[in-house]
């Protein structure tokens, strides 16, 4: 399948914009809420060698709820030999993280009729 275009419309219903909460000791959330989110493609489907589809799909959502969870795995030896000046570094925070998990869901989103 190849996907010739893509067009997101809606875009400047934003209602809600969280970024990086934390939840727990070692899980950050994120979530945004929408009014409304459309999403349209134009696609090439390949059946066989010889045989080729075109399609347009479009998918309407009405308060769309998006959540993203990311949860870390730190080793907390490495991240205790760092010095104060490597705390503000991204790389040398990325470098104590082991393990990453990301977790995504969608709540209450219905379709748009």
Same mark, same amino acid.
């Given at each position: ?18 970024? %990086?909460?934390? *939840?727990? #000791?070692? +899980?950050?959330? &994120? ?5 409304? !989110? ?31 969870? %990311?949860?870390? *795995?730190? #080793?907390? +030896?490495?991240? &205790? ?5 490597? !705390? ?26």
């Amino acid at each position: 399948m190849q996907i010739l275009d893509l067009n997101l419309t809606e875009l400047n219903t934003w209602v809600d914009f969280d970024w %990086l909460n934390s *939840v727990g #000791n070692f +899980s950050l959330e &994120s979530h945004t809420l929408m009014e409304s !989110l459309r999403i349209s493609f134009n696609f090439n489907l390949e059946l066989d060698t010889e045989e080729k589809k075109n399609g347009k799909m479009t998918i309407n959502m009405k308060k769309p709820d998006f959540r993203l969870l %990311l949860a870390l *795995v730190v #080793n907390i +030896s490495r991240s &205790s030999e760092l010095k104060t000046a490597q !705390l503000v570094d991204p790389a040398c925070l990325l470098g104590t993280i082991e393990r990453v998990k990301i977790g995504n869901y969608f709540s209450k989103c219905k379709s748009k009729k």
